[in-house]
């Protein structure tokens, strides 16, 4: 792992040449923040940048992903850079869908996986603990959002969209001995294997990194950057500005239609127009864990 925490100022002697069109594979967590005024966290794409974003999740659910699935994504990424770097902005869409059509094929048996815990869900409830319980609704729910898994979005300047939030946890890095576990891959940049978040914020070996989307947007434009092609494949729960999950099911589901509506204003995959949720209670016991998956 000595590649991924080597000290920013080792990394900038090195003298790390930002391109153009920037590929990122991200394995981090992920969460949509919701505003204490029950709207999510947005900001607007700055001038003179241009994103294509695929992402893996659908708003308020888990992505189950095996380390060497996470591995051969990385690897197919890693393979067609030179393809992604020269095409025009304009026609990624078809290039980059052959790779999500492809991840999607390969994450089937991640599904087949979550098919069997939704089966055995009486059986869980009944002699089940509260882990196994939660694992279960988060299967249900990756189970029942599948088909819209694995699709790209555009944003361009003055988009007003998601600003996720993307998180890990140092140890979880550390303890891994691959390079394609916990970490934002700057795909077509040298030296390899160069981490974005640690290039961003300090590296220390215990406690948890934690960085917006905006922040990354900008930390690139000032580097030069002008074109980023982003592959997501972290989770997108919601949680609140306290950092508690939200649980309440029509709430999610309200929330994911609204963010995947393509009629309104701000965007995931598609666009969300304004919309007023009722005030929700929520329980300690809610409060986000490290235990997340990706």
Not at 18 to 41: C, Q, S
Not at 92 to 100: G, I, Q, R, S, W
Not at 200 to 208: D, I, K, N
């Amino acid at each position: 792992m000595a590649s991924n925490f080597q000290s920013r100022a080792l990394l900038e002697r090195e003298g790390i040449q930002f391109p153009k069109r920037l590929i990122i594979a991200n394995f981090t967590h992920g969460t949509i923040i919701v505003n204490k005024d029950e709207t999510e966290k947005t900001f607007i794409v700055p001038p003179d940048i241009k994103i294509k974003r695929a992402w893996a999740s659908v708003p308020g659910v888990c992505n189950f992903v095996s380390y060497d699935t996470n591995a051969l994504f990385a690897n197919n990424i890693i393979n067609a850079k030179e393809r992604l770097e020269t095409i025009p902005f304009e026609a990624v869409d078809a290039e980059f869908n052959v790779f999500l059509d492809k991840f999607k094929t390969v994450d089937k048996e991640t599904l087949k996986e979550m098919n069997r815990i939704v089966k055995e869900k009486f059986n869980i409830l009944e002699l089940g603990d509260e882990e196994d319980i939660e694992n279960l609704k988060r299967a249900t729910d990756y189970v029942h959002s599948f088909d819209k898994f694995f699709q790209l979005s555009t944003y361009l300047p003055g988009d007003t969209v998601i600003d996720k939030l993307f998180t890990r946890t140092n140890s979880e890095v550390l303890n891994k001995s691959r390079k394609r576990e916990w970490v934002m891959l700057l795909v077509n940049v040298e030296p390899g294997n160069i981490d974005l978040i640690t290039l961003m914020r300090t590296q220390t070996r215990y406690g948890t990194i934690d960085i917006f989307f905006s922040d990354i947007i900008d930390y690139l434009r000032s580097k030069g950057v002008e074109e980023i092609i982003f592959f997501d494949n972290s989770c997108s729960n919601f949680l609140t500005e306290d950092e508690y999950a939200i649980t309440n099911e029509r709430e999610i589901r309200a929330r994911r239609r609204s963010l995947l509506n393509p009629s309104s204003s701000v965007k995931f995959g598609g666009k969300k127009g304004k919309k007023s949720y009722k005030k929700r209670k929520t329980n300690k016991k809610n409060k986000k864990s490290k235990k997340r998956r990706l």
